[in-house]
C-alpha cells in the first residue's frame, strides 16, 4: 500500500496547483520548491533574499529538471512579508501557502527582539490577513521547536509547552496562536508545523550563528579541529530537509478536518548525540573526500544549553501520515555529498 506522500505524488503530478512560499530562496524553501517543480506545480516564491539566495533557486530548478520535472523556474518575487501591500498582491491566485519567510536565528533575535516582533509576528500576520482575503485552499506555517522552552522532557509533546526563552521562541509561540484563532474565527485552514534541527544541502555553513551540521562539514572538509561544548553527549533531534518537504506538503493537502488549526512537531523521532554526529560525519567526509579529519576539541558547556530534545512524532503520522524516509546517516551522505 502507497504511502500517504507516494500517493500525494500520484495526486499531484498532472494537476498543477498554483503555490507560494515566502522564503522560497533559503535552506527549507528552495527544497520545497525543488519537490513543486519536480511534480510540475506552478510555483511564486516572495523572498526580501536577507537569508535566501537566488542561486538556490537555480539549483532547485535543476536538481527538478534532472529528477524528471519541469525546467521552468519559480516565478520571483523580491520583497517583504512585513509590507502588507506586497503580501496582498503576491498571494492573489494561490491555492496554497507554505510560510517559511522568517527570522530563523535564535541569537540574533536575542539582538534585535524588534526585529524579530515586525518580521516573525508582523509579518506573519500580514500573511494570514492576505491569506484570508484570497480565500486560499491551505495555509501552512512554519513554527519551531524553541516554543517548548523550558519545559523538561526527553519526547516533546505538542500539548506541553514551557516558558520561551528568547524573543524568537515567543514570536513562533505567537504565530500558533494566531493561525489557530483565523481557523477559529475566519474558517482559514492552517497547519503549523514545529521544525526540530533541519539539516541538508543548501544549509548555510558561514557566520557565527550557522547550524552545527554544515559549520561542522565546512571545517572538516578543510581540516580544521571541530569544537564541541560539553562532553558531546547532549542530544537533538536531527531530520533530514526531504523529510520536512514531505510535512509540509502533507499538512498542505490534507484533508484531515482534525489537522486544522492544529501544530505539529516534525522530526525523525529519534535523538542523536553530538559524539554520535561526529563519528558519521568524520566517516562520510573521510570516505568522500579522502581529507583526514583530526579528532573533536571539547569545550565548555554552554550557559543555557538543552541536554536533551526529541520530538515525539506520533501526532504527525496519525494525522497527517508522515513517514521520514531518512536517517541521519543517510541523510548525512547526501548532505556530505552536497557541499
Keep these: 500500500m502507497p504511502s500517504a506522500y507516494q500517493s500525494l505524488k500520484s495526486d499531484l503530478k498532472g494537476n498543477a496547483q498554483h503555490w507560494l512560499v515566502t522564503g522560497g530562496a533559503g535552506f527549507i524553501g528552495s527544497h520545497v520548491v525543488e519537490r513543486l517543480l519536480r511534480w510540475g506545480q506552478r510555483v511564486t516564491v516572495l523572498d526580501d533574499l536577507s537569508a535566501g539566495r537566488k542561486e538556490n533557486l537555480q539549483l532547485a530548478a535543476t536538481a527538478a529538471a534532472e529528477g524528471g520535472g519541469t525546467l521552468r523556474m519559480a516565478h520571483f518575487v523580491e520583497g517583504d512579508i512585513t509590507d502588507e501591500q506586497k503580501c496582498l498582491h503576491v498571494i492573489q491566485g494561490m491555492d496554497y501557502v507554505i510560510h517559511l519567510a522568517a527570522m530563523g536565528s535564535v541569537p540574533t533575535s536575542m539582538e534585535k ?42 519526547a516533546k509533546v505538542e500539548r506541553n509547552i514551557g516558558r520561551p526563552l528568547s524573543p524568537y521562541a515567543a514570536s513562533k509561540h505567537v504565530n500558533e496562536i494566531e493561525a489557530q484563532c483565523f481557523f477559529m474565527a475566519y474558517g482559514l485552514q492552517t497547519v503549523g508545523l514545529r521544525f526540530f534541527n533541519v539539516f541538508g544541502p543548501r544549509q548555510n555553513p558561514n ?13 572538516m572538509k578543510a581540516g580544521r579541529n571541530v569544537f564541541i561544548n560539553g562532553d558531546g553527549e547532549n ?45 558519521v560525519l568524520q ?25 536533551h530534545s526529541c520530538a515525539d512524532v506520533t501526532k504527525v503520522k496519525e494525522l497527517l501520515g508522515f513517514e521520514p524516509e531518512y536517517t541521519v546517516a543517510k541523510g548525512l551522505k547526501e548532505t556530505v555529498a552536497g557541499y
Design 207 to 219: 557566520g557565527a550563528y550557522a547550524a552545527v551540521i554544515p559549520q561542522w562539514i565546512s571545517a
Design 283 to 307: 566517516t562520510e567526509v573521510q570516505s568522500q573526500t579522502g581529507v583526514e579529519v583530526p579528532g573533536p576539541v571539547f569545550r565548555e558547556f554552554r550557559p543555557g544549553d538543552i541536554r
Design 235 to 279: 542530544t537533538r533531534d536531527f531530520c533530514f530537509v526531504r523529510d520536512v518537504v514531505q510535512a509540509l506538503l502533507l499538512a498542505a493537502t490534507t484533508e484531515n478536518e482534525a489537522a486544522y488549526g492544529e501544530v505539529f512537531n516534525v522530526g525523525l523521532g529519534k535523538a542523536t548525540s553530538l559524539n554520535e554526529l561526529f563519528a
Design 113 to 154: 527582539p524588534d526585529q524579530c516582533h515586525d518580521t516573525n509576528v508582523t509579518g506573519t500576520l500580514n500573511m494570514l490577513l492576505a491569506a484570508k482575503k484570497a480565500a486560499v485552499k491551505r495555509f501552512v506555517f512554519a513554527s519551531s521547536s524553541a516554543v517548548y522552552g523550558d519545559i523538561v522532557a526527553d
